[in-house]
Nanobody
Framework: DVQLQASGGGLVQAGGSLRLSCAAPGFRFDDYAIGWFRQAPGKEREGVSCISSTDGSTYYADSVKGRFTISSDNAWNTVYLQMSSLEPEDTAVYYC????????????????WGQGTLVTVSS
């Protein structure tokens, strides 16, 4: 089974930046789409961003376009989510996920999930 490990969350002031990482030790993300979801207290889970290892296609939710950037290392061992110009509304638990099918990472139920990492943005 694939074990995804998310890291990089923390407390940051509004306007600041954080970089989240998603890795799966012993596993390469070849032929997978990898992405990030988030869930804030009392809110529905939201697909934030995802990237395809097959062609590099990316997706961003409207709420993060222009502020967040998803990328991967050259070996597709780790996927990153660079978050800039953070807003208090970005406060949530962020989860990385992987699935063979890109559309599933946009708003479905991916096959593999990592544990969450908490991002808190103070005003």
């Amino acid at each position: 089974d694939v074990q995804l490990q998310a890291s990089g969350g923390g407390l940051v002031q509004a306007g600041g930046s954080l970089r989240l990482s998603c890795a799966a030790p012993g596993f390469r993300f070849d032929d997978y789409a990898i992405g990030w979801f988030r869930q804030a207290p009392g809110k529905e889970r939201e697909g934030v961003s995802c990237i395809s290892s097959t062609d590099g296609s990316t997706y961003y939710a409207d709420s993060v376009k222009g502020r967040f950037t998803i990328s991967s290392d050259n070996a597709w061992n780790t996927v990153y989510l660079q978050m800039s110009s953070l807003e208090p509304e970005d406060t949530a638990v962020y989860y990385c996920a992987a699935d063979p099918h890109f559309p599933v990472l946009v708003g479905g139920d991916p096959k593999y999930w990592g544990q969450g990492t908490l991002v808190t943005v103070s005003s």
